[in-house]
């Protein structure tokens, strides 16, 4: 499983950015038997969990983030998004997703950077 996030950038804080995940080389059928997250790590922290979303469209948040993220997916486009709302500054960070298979493999992307200016 190849995964491409893309959609990061530099935005104010109290403004809103959605960043999105697409899994290439993938047909939508096994896509969408794939577990969906989103991570993030900031210089100097550990990396911690932002979202997921199940293949059953459960989802969970970290509590930093309830309220003002939102994690959704397509599974004919083989994509997973994040709607992130009221940025704040502590939300900057490299974003990674990452795709749990149902024999709990998981595979990352690269990341893509999110940064909030205050």
């Known amino acids: 499983v190849q995964l491409q996030a893309f959609g990061g950038g530099l935005v104010q804080a109290g403004g809103s950015l959605r960043i999105s995940c697409a899994a290439l080389?993938?047909?939508?059928?096994?896509?969408?038997?794939?577990?969906m997250s989103w991570y993030r790590q900031a210089p100097g922290k550990e990396r911690e969990l932002v979202a997921s979303i199940t293949s059953r469209r459960t989802v969970d948040y970290a509590d930093s983030v309830k309220g003002r993220f939102t994690i959704s997916r397509d599974d004919s486009r083989k994509t997973v998004y994040l709607q992130m709302n009221s940025l704040k500054s502590e939300d900057t960070a490299v974003y990674l997703c990452?795709?749990?298979?149902?024999?709990?493999?998981?595979?990352w992307g690269k990341g893509t950077q999110v940064t909030v200016s205050s």
């Open positions: 990452n795709a749990r298979t149902e024999q709990f493999m998981d595979y």
């Open positions: 080389r993938s047909i939508f059928s096994v896509f969408s038997t794939y577990d």
